[in-house]
Nanobody
Framework: QVRLVESGGGLVQPGGSLRLSCAAS????????MAWYRQTPGNQRELVAS???????SYEDSVKGRFAISRDNAKNTVLLQMNNLKPEDTAVYYC????????WGQGTQVTGSS
């Protein structure tokens, strides 16, 4: 079974930083695009950042210059470094792997608020 487990969320004041981690198992991690999404109540999940197997990276416009996605294939993990957090970054962040089926982690709460 495929399992994605996010961690690293928390509450931080605006301008602060967090690093999210997603540990994957049960999948050939290195060959798939990995992505971070976020979701607020009543809204669809939106793509925040993605990184392909070859290292191609894409960011949602509002996080460019502040967030950085990376992957460590040896550890089957994908990271999201979040700097200069803003209140509008507050959401549940989800890790996703795009294989024949999209698999999701359980999500981790990020709150950028005073």
């Amino acid at each position: 079974q495929v399992r994605l487990v996010e961690s690293g969320g928390g509450l931080v004041q605006p301008g602060g930083s967090l690093r999210l981690s997603c540990a994957a198992s049960g999948i050939m991690f290195r060959i798939y695009t990995m992505a971070w999404y976020r979701q607020t109540p009543g809204n669809q999940r939106e793509l925040v950042a993605s990184i392909s197997s070859s290292g191609f990276i894409s960011y949602e416009d509002s996080v460019k210059g502040r967030f950085a996605i990376s992957r460590d294939n040896a550890k089957n993990t994908v990271l999201l470094q979040m700097n200069n957090l803003k209140p509008e970054d507050t959401a549940v962040y989800y890790c996703k792997v795009a294989s024949n089926v999209n698999y999701w982690g359980q999500g981790t709460q990020v709150t950028g608020s005073s």
